[in-house]
């Protein structure tokens, strides 16, 4: 089946700097990309859609200037974490879908902020 | 707005027993109903959905489940469980037959002891 890579599968960083994730398509073209976010013990919470080429749609809640979403080609997206606190802390998981319409998932990124 | 249920955190089998995992929803339309598995490290597999149509469905790895509107309930089994099914398990509705816009329950981890 399609392959979805994020990376890194792990990062630390310290309060008020910036982490960028990268989610990969590796074998087919992405239209379109989600990005969740999964609090322990909790559902994934949708945070944005973002679609090729186009600004990205936040869910209601989500700071759109603290997360930062970039859908630049057909098989990468990106997710930055501006100015990282505490608080952000989660794990964060990709999601693409191409032409059938099938969402495969990625790997997810656990992000650790000091 | 739609939302998942899934009793139940942590479910524990013994190998070759029945495995049965809960999962209710909400929905104020007619639901697309997803079950995803995770393995450890890994992205969400899809395992089965209910779209339209036959209200039990087969999955992958021997897992089926049934949509019964009257109970709001898409409840996951396999009759034998396997070592290799230990893994977290998510149940998801949509509005979407093609997963987007997916509103995840809070996983089951399933243990099979041998």
């Known amino acids: 089946g399609a392959v979805v890579s994020q990376h890194p599968s792990r990062v630390i960083c310290k309060s008020g700097t910036s982490v960028k994730i990268e989610c990969r398509s590796l074998?087919?073209?992405?239209?379109?990309m989600f990005w969740y976010r999964q609090f322990p013990k909790k559902s994934l919470m949708l945070m944005a859609t973002?679609?090729?080429?186009?600004?990205?749609?936040?869910e209601q809640g989500v700071e759109k200037d603290k997360f930062l979403i970039n859908h630049a080609s057909l098989t990468l997206s990106t997710l930055t974490v501006t100015s990282a606190h505490p608080e952000d802390s989660s794990f964060y998981i990709c999601?693409?879908?191409?032409?059938?319409?099938?969402?495969?998932f990625g790997e997810g990124s656990r992000l650790t902020v000091l | 707005a739609q939302s998942v249920t899934q009793l139940g955190s942590h479910v524990s089998v013994s190998e070759g027993a029945l495995v049965l995992l809960r999962c209710n929803y909400s929905?104020?339309?007619?639901?697309?109903l997803f079950w995803y598995v995770q393995y450890p490290n890994q992205g969400l597999q899809l395992l089965l959905k209910?779209?339209?149509?036959?209200?039990l469905v087969k999955g992958i790895n021997g897992f089926e489940a049934e949509f019964k509107k009257s109970e709001t309930s898409f409840h996951l089994t396999k009759p034998s469980a396997h070592m290799s099914d230990a893994a977290e398990y998510f149940c998801?509705?949509?509005?979407?037959?093609?997963?987007?816009?997916?509103?995840f329950g809070t996983g089951t981890r399933l243990t099979v002891i041998p």
């Open positions: 999601s693409a879908s191409g032409d059938t319409g099938e969402l495969f």
């Open positions: 074998d087919f073209q992405a239209t379109t």
């Open positions: 973002s679609n090729e080429g186009s600004k990205a749609t936040y």
């Open positions: 929905s104020s339309v007619p639901p697309y």
């Open positions: 209910y779209t339209t149509g036959a209200t």
């Open positions: 998801a509705v949509s509005d979407h037959a093609g997963a987007n816009n997916l509103f």
